[in-house]
């Protein structure tokens, strides 16, 4: 495994590197939430994650359970642990708020060149000993229906490092728009004979900090062995001249 990816400079001296981005697929960010607002930010968490257990049904189509996710040796007590939470600003003025934040869109609307619109958002919670998410491309298994035209950010609201299940990359895996083929018998995961382990490096970012990537980057992230959660709000944005074409992500 390569060398594991260092923080980012800080915010004040941020500068988006749009050559790199494109060269490697990804990039790095600072927080540019004060600890206050991360607080805020993790006390939504907690509320939204509260206000699907009081309904589930309600939120059905919103909601993944880790349950679903784990094997047999790692499912117990974990039956009524919420996973994913999906889509938020329907319900979430805080994370709505969040999504048009200067310092999330700002270094997107860099690297495309050109205004954006709201994709796809969602929590996803990784609380301990939570699923991994195994080897994927975005695009290959998730948005094939919609555009490639595609930049996520992945804002930590925790620490992240190995223990917790913190995102894995490897640089460079979206040259040319490679499809890696998926493990037989599955429609999301990728193949993990096809990954050169040799080339991934594991982004251990402090709480706030985030990385821009790429929807045919290869990235993973494990479960979370250890004793501290790790949220991430993620959001994802397609050019403006494209329109809102995913609007249909909202529950009815």
Same mark, same amino acid.
């Given at each position: 495994?390569?060398?594991?990816?260092?923080?980012?400079?800080?915010?004040?001296?941020?500068?988006?590197?749009? !050559?790199?981005?494109?060269?490697?697929?990804?990039?790095?960010?600072?927080?540019?939430?004060?600890?206050?607002?991360?607080?805020?930010?993790?006390?939504?968490?907690?509320?939204?994650?509260?206000?699907?257990?009081?309904?589930?049904?309600?939120?059905?189509?919103?909601?993944?359970?880790?349950?679903?996710?784990?094997?047999?040796?790692?499912?117990?007590?974990?039956?009524?642990?919420?996973?994913?939470?999906?889509?938020?600003? !329907?319900?979430?003025?805080?994370?709505?708020?969040?999504?048009?934040?200067?310092?999330?869109? !700002?270094?997107?609307?860099?690297?495309? *060149?050109?205004?954006?619109?709201?994709?796809?958002?969602?929590?996803?919670?990784?609380?301990?000993? *939570?699923?991994?998410?195994?080897?994927?491309?975005?695009?290959?298994?998730?948005?094939?229906?919609?555009?490639?035209?595609?930049?996520?950010?992945?804002?930590?609201?925790?620490?992240?490092?190995?223990?917790?299940?913190?995102?894995?990359?490897?640089?460079?895996?979206?040259?040319?728009?490679?499809?890696?083929?998926?493990?037989?018998?599955?429609?999301?995961?990728? !193949?993990?004979?096809?990954?050169?382990?040799?080339?991934?490096?594991?982004?251990?970012?402090?709480?706030?900090?985030?990385?821009?990537?790429?929807?045919?980057?290869?990235?993973?992230?494990?479960?979370?062995?250890?004793?501290?959660?790790?949220?991430?709000?993620?959001?994802?944005?397609?050019?403006?001249?494209?329109?809102?074409?995913?609007?249909?992500?909202?529950?009815?």
């Amino acid at each position: 495994m390569s060398t594991s990816i260092q923080s980012p400079t800080p915010s004040q001296d941020f500068e988006v590197d749009v !050559d790199r981005y494109w060269r490697e697929g990804y990039l790095l960010a600072p927080a540019v939430v004060t600890p206050e607002h991360l607080v805020r930010l993790r006390a939504e968490s907690d509320r939204l994650i509260e206000l699907c257990m009081a309904d589930p049904q309600g939120h059905a189509n919103r909601l993944t359970w880790e349950a679903d996710y784990l094997d047999e040796a790692h499912k117990a007590g974990m039956d009524k642990v919420i996973r994913k939470i999906e889509p938020l600003i !329907d319900i979430s003025l805080v994370f709505t708020e969040l999504a048009s934040h200067p310092g999330v869109v !700002d270094p997107i609307r860099a690297i495309f *060149g050109e205004d954006l619109e709201l994709f796809e958002d969602k929590l996803n919670l990784k609380l301990p000993g *939570g699923s991994s998410y195994p080897w994927h491309q975005d695009w290959n298994c998730c948005w094939r229906a919609h555009t490639d035209e595609l930049i996520t950010c992945f804002i930590y609201l925790d620490d992240a490092d190995m223990s917790n299940g913190c995102l894995q990359v490897v640089p460079g895996s979206h040259l040319n728009k490679q499809i890696y083929p998926f493990k037989p018998g599955n429609r999301f995961e990728v !193949d993990p004979a096809c990954i050169d382990t040799s080339k991934v490096v594991p982004a251990l970012l402090r709480a706030g900090e985030m990385i821009f990537f790429d929807p045919y980057l290869l990235h993973y992230s494990d479960l979370n062995h250890g004793s501290m959660p790790r949220r991430a709000i993620i959001y994802t944005y397609n050019p403006a001249r494209l329109g809102k074409i995913n609007e249909n992500r909202f529950p009815h």
